[in-house]
């Protein structure tokens, strides 16, 4: 099973991005899937997380303004990313989860920069 994030690119502050996560195979065999990012100099972080039952976790830096979502019939996760912040500048990656193992995306770069 792959993962294939897209979506990212260079917005100013205050604007608006959505990134997309395409599941080769079955988006539902994953417990959880989530979005983390990674800045230059500084550890992966979690974003937002959401469960196979819609359950949802956001790091307190976005909550309220990062919205994660899925779509079960096109196998597809997204993050609505609202109100950027130059902050929030990094590489973004998509993850799913099962208790045998983590896979992950390749990766998509978000720049907020004015």
């Known amino acids: 099973v792959q993962l294939q994030a897209s979506g990212g690119g260079l917005v100013q502050p205050g604007g608006s991005l959505r990134l997309s996560c395409a599941v080769s195979?079955?988006?539902?065999?994953?417990?959880?899937l989530g979005w983390y990012r990674q800045a230059p100099g500084n550890q992966r972080e979690m974003v937002a997380l959401?469960?196979?039952?819609?359950?949802?976790n956001y790091a307190d830096p976005v909550r309220g303004r990062f919205t994660i979502s899925r779509d079960n019939a096109k196998n597809t996760l997204y993050l609505q990313m609202n109100s950027l912040k130059p902050e929030d500048t990094a590489v973004y990656y998509c993850?799913?989860?099962?208790?045998?193992?983590?896979?992950w995306g390749q990766g998509t770069l978000v720049t907020v920069s004015s």
């Open positions: 993850n799913g989860w099962t208790p045998k193992g983590n896979a």
């Open positions: 959401i469960s196979n039952i819609g359950s949802r």
């Open positions: 195979g079955s988006i539902t065999s994953y417990n959880w």
